[in-house]
């Protein structure tokens, strides 16, 4: 499809356990964005790349939380040592245009849903 | 945190009845989005407003930014049950590449 792409859509580790989330954006997009989303709550920025740069990661919570993007594309999210707390769903947005302040709204994906046992 | 306030909270209404959705921020807002979730999907692209004053519309769904950029309003029109869902305001905040949500305001429509 021509839509942002996630994947797994459903994740489920053990404490402890690192884990990879990926996202597949529309083709072109130059921003992507990466948020978390707990229950009931609206969603909490992460961390944003602009082409292959990681210009912001001010959202992430801990060292745990790691995002790449190598090749100005495809991007994942990896938590290393997943606690009960990172259980959350994870969203992936992206954008034609550099700045997120413009008339171009962010384009989201369906999410991960995590779940650390 | 959040830096964005929304209410109500949850909000529901018999169908062909009217709704309004706020959204308030403390700060000048660069630009208002509103999205829409329905639960285990991505967020659904509304509208988006940025100069003071501005209204948009699309179908029954009205989106108006006041004067000072701090406070927006979503209003449904003889609400459906396709309406339902969660409704989020976003905003810019107008130096960097942050994004802010507010909680969020669930919609259930009954027929």
């Known amino acids: 499809g021509a839509g942002v792409s996630q994947s797994p859509r459903y994740k489920v580790a053990k404490r402890g356990q690192d884990v990879a989330l990926r996202c597949d954006p529309i083709?072109?997009?130059?921003?992507l964005f990466w948020y978390q989303q707990a229950l009931g709550q609206g969603p909490e920025f992460l961390t944003y790349?602009?082409?292959?740069?990681?210009?912001?990661k001010s959202g992430l919570p801990s060292d745990r939380f790691f995002a790449e993007r190598p090749e100005g594309s495809v991007s994942t999210l990896k938590i290393q040592r997943t606690q009960q707390e990172d259980s959350a769903v994870y969203l992936c947005?992206?954008?034609?245009?550099?700045?997120?302040?413009?008339?171009?709204?962010?384009?989201f994906g369906d999410g991960t849903r995590l779940s650390i046992l | 945190s959040q830096e964005l306030e929304q209410s109500p909270q949850s909000l529901i209404v018999q169908e062909g009845k009217n709704l309004t959705i706020n959204c308030t921020s403390s700060k000048t807002l660069y630009g208002l989005y509103w999205y829409k979730q329905k639960y285990g999907e991505g967020l659904i692209f509304l509208m988006m407003l940025q100069k003071g004053g501005e209204e948009k519309s699309h179908e029954k769904i009205t989106a108006k930014l006041d004067e000072k950029k701090q406070q927006s309003s979503l209003h449904i029109t003889a609400s459906q049950p396709s309406h339902a869902g969660i409704y989020l305001c976003g905003a810019d905040k107008g130096y960097g590449q942050n994004f802010v949500f507010g909680p969020g305001t669930r919609l259930s429509v009954l027929p």
């Open positions: 790349f602009q082409n292959e740069a990681q210009l912001d």
């Open positions: 947005a992206s954008s034609p245009v550099v700045l997120s302040h413009s008339n171009q709204p962010q384009h």
């Open positions: 083709s072109g997009h130059v921003s």
